[in-house]
């Protein structure tokens, strides 16, 4: 067996190692059936589905072959979301025709008790890939199936295979068992908000951007996001339009929930992860592209647009301490978060988590509200809580035209650029030439760091406060 690698933090939205859920929601019938959904402790459901499925008498070797595709196959619904995604409220079902039999209140048996409270946190997986196997089972009598053969394990177990030898001759060579994976309640994957063009970056768009371009192989009538850079810019906001069109939803180019999850069943599906012969998830694939927290002794741009938020909030709220805008999580930054964290009711812990990078976001923008009322002719203007790319248009992007002009006046590296309201392939330009020479990323993009830094800039050159 291998043993998991430690599990990095997830945030909503991003797909990651699996862990084993705290409970699973067991709908009692068929999926479209009326019928009640029960919570249940996830090891207990498995006592009942094996007490259920199986005969305690069996040899322990197989009893153990046929737990594990049992714990596989229900992290494997949960894993995917396969029921949610479909727009049902719960996990799993009670029914063998679509998932394995559940008996709400029945007995289990004592000797299946202790396999599953030595096992329930173990699971089969495909090497290379870390979602759990769809580990597909039947009777092998009554009924077959291309997966394991309940009665064909008992004959395998009295001829001396092991479980995981009883799995390999099913299920193939290239599995391996995981053992000891950690439980932990799972949220469910939807960011909790919609995202959209301009507004939104991190994880969850990045997610969004790799499933897309993975069902346009598939469906290529989808336009290709040519950068998978977590930033939601034109070209992700093209591609969800016809995502939406092609299934049938509302053609807003926002990822709202339902866009949220549609996408996600259609990922699942053409990635075939509840099949035997699925393509599979690497590890590459749920690599998060940016820190899914930040704490002391982490640098770089998340750690300054962090600090940028706390001082524009800090300005509002004296109970948060200003901090030095330069990308280093330091023990002045992590004691800002915390008092923001005390300040709007999150566990004061110093560390930014994704509940409370969404929660700065919320409060920045209720304060961009305010800005924009009452100082509509502060120069240089607040950063205006959205990424500008390519594409768009505004008074944000004419602001961002006039200060680059003046910047570049003064640095011949910046090239010119007109002061139309349109970012075109000239402002992108300027924008590139300005992140080098300022030690920003080089994206093209104007996030909180490079419009803290160009108004910074400006400021200096023209003495007008800000």
Not at 407 to 428: C, D, H, M, N, W
Request: glycine share 8%; charged share 20%.
């Amino acid at each position: 067996m291998i043993s998991l690698p430690e599990i990095p933090e997830q945030t909503p939205g991003t797909p990651n190692y699996p862990v084993i859920p705290e409970t699973i929601v067991v709908h009692l019938g068929r999926p479209g059936q009326a019928a009640r959904n029960i919570e249940v402790p996830f090891g207990e459901y498995i006592k009942n589905v094996a007490s259920s499925e199986i005969y305690p008498t069996w040899p322990e070797e197989a009893l153990r072959a046929n737990i594990l595709a049992q714990i596989s196959f229900a992290l494997n619904r949960i894993y995917t979301e396969w029921y949610p995604s479909r727009g049902y409220d719960f996990d799993i079902t009670s029914s063998t025709q679509y998932d394995q039999a559940f008996v709400e209140g029945r007995d289990v048996f004592e000797n299946i008790s202790v396999l599953v409270d030595e096992i329930f946190n173990d699971y089969i997986r495909r090497e290379g890939r870390i979602n759990p196997l769809f580990a597909q089972f039947c009777s092998g009598t009554t009924v077959t199936c291309e997966g394991l053969s309940q009665w064909g394990s008992v004959e395998l177990a009295n001829r001396g295979l092991t479980a995981e030898e009883i799995l390999r001759y099913y299920y193939g060579d290239d599995i391996e068992l995981v053992e000891d994976a950690p439980v932990a309640e799972i949220p469910d994957s939807y960011p909790g908000r919609p995202l959209e063009v301009g507004q939104d970056s991190g994880n969850d768009v990045y997610t969004i951007q790799l499933s897309l371009n993975r069902i346009r192989q598939n469906f290529p009538a989808i336009p290709r996001i040519p950068t998978e850079d977590g930033v939601f810019d034109l070209e992700t906001e093209a591609a969800v339009k016809v995502f939406q069109s092609v299934f049938n939803l509302p053609v807003t180019g926002i990822v709202d929930k339902a866009t949220w999850y549609r996408i996600k069943e259609i990922y699942t599906s053409v990635k075939k992860l509840s099949d035997l012969t699925g393509e599979g998830i690497s590890p590459e694939e749920v690599t998060p592209l940016y820190p899914n927290r930040l704490t002391i002794g982490d640098t770089g741009i998340s750690a300054a647009t962090v600090q940028y938020y706390l001082n524009v909030i800090s300005y509002f709220n004296d109970q948060i301490p200003e901090v030095p805008i330069d990308g280093i999580y330091s023990a002045d930054t992590a004691a800002s978060v915390a008092a923001f964290q005390q300040q709007y009711g999150l566990e004061p812990t110093g560390i930014t988590d994704g509940p409370t990078w969404y929660k700065m976001q919320e409060i920045y923008r209720g304060i961009l509200s305010i800005v924009d009322s009452q100082h509509a002719n502060q120069k240089p203007a607040i950063y205006p809580g959205h990424i500008l790319v390519q594409g768009m248009r505004g008074n944000d992007v004419e602001n961002l035209q006039r200060y680059l002009t003046t910047i570049s006046s003064q640095q011949p590296a910046i090239p010119l650029t007109e002061v139309t309201g349109y970012f075109g392939p000239r402002t992108k330009a300027a924008v590139e030439a300005f992140q080098g020479i300022y030690g920003i990323p080089v994206n093209g993009r104007v996030g909180a760091l490079t419009w803290n830094t160009i108004t910074y800039v400006y400021r200096m050159l023209t003495g007008e406060s800000g």
